[in-house]
């Protein structure tokens, strides 16, 4: 019986066979060891000379790194080894032996380990982060899905930019020019007045020439937007919805946890609610610290850890100056030239993780703004519809997924937290 | 108390607020009607001249329709009202009178309403349409989460084509030339050897020049690859696949299923197993009804049909020959010229869904094919080093989520199974 590597819990005492991959192999004079991974898990094989067929141990001594193999044996429950089973091994066949694996366990560079991204990915740590962001992607559907939100997927082609025009991809569309999404946001808004509480959840691009360790040229983002909620209503949410998929992760994903060797203390503090600052008091904050920081500018990713590390959980940064956020944001009305808006600070200085805010749902200061930002009224006349045709008060945020991923594995660096990442310079493999 | 209209079960005898959008109005003397949607729902507001207050009984006039307001009023249960509450109002108060709205209960053309899609979404059928394309998409999920698969997200810039280089999108990424996916497939191929059983599901591009009423130029897939499947494993699995999602639908979106007035017998019967063709079975059914038809090519729309409505549930056709297929599809070692192929045509004469078949995994073997489809081998280094490295026998397939949705909803066109269709010469709104 064909069985996975996870479910040898159902089969102690049983002939199985598994199929996989020669992680590691020693021998030891009359035994034999093959460490076999079959992406479910890791499991140790015996092959005892005598209790195995001949060829089988014969053979061994030919399999290398990576060869992939089906085993046959009787499986034991073995506390000491890795999976808490092993495998009494009584025969062996080879699918392939494989040619010298490039990946030992030395030391490689980064730029040789990207251009490997395709067996890099059989790594222990890199199939526990991403099984991680699994898990994360699962908890966040789950998460809407559950509170009436309904998704709808936004389109990657548009006509027209929404987060700046610095940063597009540009392709021929037949006839026309399109541009890849930045983000289903403005889509977002006309699909809420439709379904009321909605949210999109797909990749999005920026051409950043910039090497960050925070940025991706394509990363995935979750895209809530709700009709008739304000600033007030759109934290709230946000912080339920963090609490949810962080616990989620670290309590479904321990094994991967302890693979990432992710001490996860401080993520088992990420409760709601959360503390909220006013832009002024983060930057005032700031510049305590900081004294090149200019007030009334955005911060940068060392400003937000001098106002994160101040706290045991995220921490929202609320009202940044209008002129600092996008066309879009709702101005407060109670407070000229701040804008409704919310940033979500990680904690451990990971960063903003969330951006968000209510909506200007106003038809004049909409078009007004849309001139402002030099943006083309044609393109934006369905969005300006939706000021025409039952305006109405509503917000909304995008958390990106890699960066979350990265937060809760505890990664230096966004490129690790999905499976084949885009670069500035790089887009193979 | 705000609530969704959704909700009103658990409210009734309690006075409430509903925020949402006039659908209809109408007068009658002592009497208002107030058909007020929210998204989650279509509620009626009643108001009684002296049971209300008197302002909103005398504004009552200035509602248009898709005018934003809130609704204060008592829940009553109500059998003859849709959804079976209604709300004894007290009064409103208005967001926003809306404009003349342009969509109208009059007919409209085709080309009009795209050019409306952000206030079309609006619509009975289209947000049922998408409601039921949200479960689908949540099914899809469910199902392969809880059969031991990873989400393994595939990029969408490519250094190269997978599907012929015909309909390729491409766009500048800095320096280099990069195009826009057609598949994750080949990406599965890899996360399969690290992880076992992955898919990816996200947007698909291809730029057809034809307008059919199967084709979106923006499509969303789900490709799930399983490592040491053979096609046998294959079928199998996408055959419980298919019938989880479409019985998962018709039982969570029956409201939906009413409101596309889609008769959802024939989909009752979609269970497993379904029969399976050898391509020269379905080819010989072919020419019997279309004597131009050729054996050896690949099947029209109307020949599948042929096909398909000789069965009541979906049907397999395997092992077409290998020159109309994909480079990367297994030659069926029994039968020369052969692959090991499969597709899946749904019932009512939907057509294909699914495609699919198990891999070549031999080194010198998939290199002539790289060759022959005049594919760059410095492109695909990645790809034929996993055929080095531990080839193992997979399998896969790809099904297309707008054709999907358009048989289970009983769609004539794929155009309304997404938010925001990508069609030839369409990119706007």
Request: proline fraction near 4%; glycine fraction near 8%; charged fraction near 30%.
């Amino acid at each position: 019986m064909v069985v996975s590597i996870s479910d040898l819990k159902n089969h102690v005492g049983e002939k199985v066979e598994l199929r996989g991959w020669v992680y590691n192999s020693r021998s030891s004079g009359k035994i034999k060891f093959l460490l076999l991974r079959d992406g479910s898990g890791i499991c140790q094989c015996i092959f005892f000379k005598g209790a195995c067929d001949e060829t089988s141990f014969e053979k061994f001594g030919e399999l290398t790194q990576e060869s992939s193999v089906k085993v046959i044996g009787t499986v034991k429950e073995e506390p000491r080894s890795p999976g808490g089973f092993e495998i009494g091994a009584q025969s062996f066949e080879v699918y392939q032996i494989a040619q010298e694996y490039p990946i030992s366990p030395k030391e490689h560079g980064v730029d040789f380990l990207m251009s490997h991204r395709h067996l890099w990915l059989r790594s222990k740590k890199q199939t526990a982060a991403l099984r991680v962001r699994a898990e994360i992607v699962s908890a966040v559907r789950d998460f809407f899905d559950g509170r009436g939100f309904t998704l709808m997927d936004a389109p990657i082609f548009t006509p027209s930019a929404c987060e700046g025009t610095s940063t597009l991809f540009e392709t021929q569309y037949f006839d026309e020019t399109a541009y890849l999404s930045q983000s289903g946001q403005l889509y977002m808004e006309a699909a809420a007045a439709a379904l009321g509480k909605v949210y999109c959840f797909g990749p999005t691009f920026r051409a950043e020439k910039s090497k960050t360790r925070r940025h991706l040229i394509e990363f995935w983002m979750v895209e809530p937007e709700m009709a008739f909620y304000d600033l007030a209503d759109n934290m709230e949410l946000a912080e339920q919805f963090v609490e949810y998929v962080v616990q989620r992760a670290i309590k479904n994903r321990p094994d991967e946890m302890a693979a990432l060797e992710r001490n996860t203390d401080a993520l088992a503090k990420v409760k709601a609610p959360f503390p909220r600052l006013h832009y002024k008091e983060a930057a005032d904050m700031i510049k305590k610290e900081n004294p090149d920081f200019v007030i009334g500018d955005d911060f940068g990713g060392a400003d937000e850890t001098i106002v994160s590390s101040k706290y045991e959980k995220p921490v929202f940064v609320h009202r940044y100056p209008s002129n600092i956020k996008a066309f879009y944001m709702k101005e407060d009305p109670d407070e000229k030239g701040s804008s409704l808006s919310c940033d979500l600070l990680a904690t451990e200085g990971y960063g903003e993780i969330i951006g968000g805010g209510q909506r200007e749902d106003n038809l004049e200061i909409i078009e007004v703004k849309i001139k402002e930002h030099d943006l083309s009224m044609d393109d934006f006349k369905w969005y300006t519809d939706l000021r025409k045709y039952g305006s109405f008060p509503h917000s909304g945020f995008g958390l990106g997924i890699e960066r979350t991923v990265a937060w809760v594995c505890g990664l230096q660096h966004v490129r690790e937290t999905i499976p084949f990442p885009r670069l500035y310079g790089r887009s193979y493999p």
